[in-house]
């Protein structure tokens, strides 16, 4: 029968291979791999219905805020109103009132510009000499008596305005706020659902919109602090108003 010392020290790898390592040779010992840590604003999940996605404690909607042509009417998924995102519902806002939300929005969108529109605008006939002049003396952006007419855009903007003013009033007595975002270049912009089908083909011009809101009180009051304008930089007159 072995008896086993537990006062002596085991035997060492020389010890039972019957040889001495060379004291001139060192063996490196592998380095140890943290495990990365996944912090909460870094997490994103797409909601039910798969037409938000949520990123930390924020909502981020898709918001295309311009069309190309006159007679196209974008904004929000169509679909969207028909998913209300499990996060805003739980909190006491039902699908009648999300759905309401949402069909107001897309009819203030009917008013909203388009890119022919606006190169018609800022362009035809005097082609760069005019795109200067409408850009510095017209104010087409901003809330006026004519804000109505054809030629500008401020109806739309007061529109969008009074909107998150009235979605917010029911959103802030249960530490929610909502907000539409406009970041250029795209790049600065939270992935979305559909961020990579909205920048494909567009260039550091292109001007990515969002509709975010936040699901608690910290995020919410953080996102009121937060600007409209990332990376916009609209100091021109034409520019005057604009919330968007």
């Known amino acids: 029968m072995i008896t086993a010392n537990p006062s002596a020290p085991p035997p060492s ?3 039972i291979h ?3 390592q060379d ?3 060192t063996i490196k010992q592998p380095t140890s791999y943290a495990v ?4 909460s604003a870094e997490v994103s999940v797409t ?4 037409m938000a996605k949520r990123i930390g404690d924020r909502l981020i909607i898709d918001f295309e805020k311009v069309s190309c042509c006159p007679w196209e009417t974008v904004g929000l998924n169509p679909d969207l109103k028909n998913y209300i995102p499990e996060e805003i519902r739980v909190k006491g806002i039902s699908p009648n009132v999300w759905e309401g939300w949402c069909e107001d929005l897309m009819k ?3 008013k909203s510009p388009s890119v022919s529109g606006c190169l018609c605008l800022f362009c035809f006939p005097g082609f760069i000499v005019q795109a200067m002049l409408c850009a510095t003396f017209c104010p087409t952006s901003a809330d006026h008596p004519l804000k109505s007419l054809p030629c500008f855009y401020g109806d739309w903007y007061v529109g969008l305005d009074k909107w998150q003013r009235k979605v917010n009033a029911v959103l802030n007595p249960k530490d929610m706020h909502a907000k539409l975002k406009t970041y250029k270049p795209f790049q600065k912009a939270p992935r979305s659902v559909g961020y990579s089908d909205r920048v494909a083909g567009k260039d550091e011009n292109y001007e990515m919109s969002m509709l975010e809101i936040a699901l608690t009180a910290a995020e919410s009051q953080k996102l009121m602090e937060e600007s409209w304008d990332v990376g916009v930089n609209d100091g021109c007159t034409s520019g005057v108003g604009r919330i968007l």
Do not use: M
């Open 108 to 110: 203030i969108q009917k």
């Open 13 to 15: 790898y020389d010890d």
């Open 23 to 25: 004291p001139s040779v």
């Open 36 to 39: 990365p840590q996944v912090h």
């Open 47 to 50: 909601t039910r219905g798969g």
């Open 18 to 20: 019957g040889y001495s």
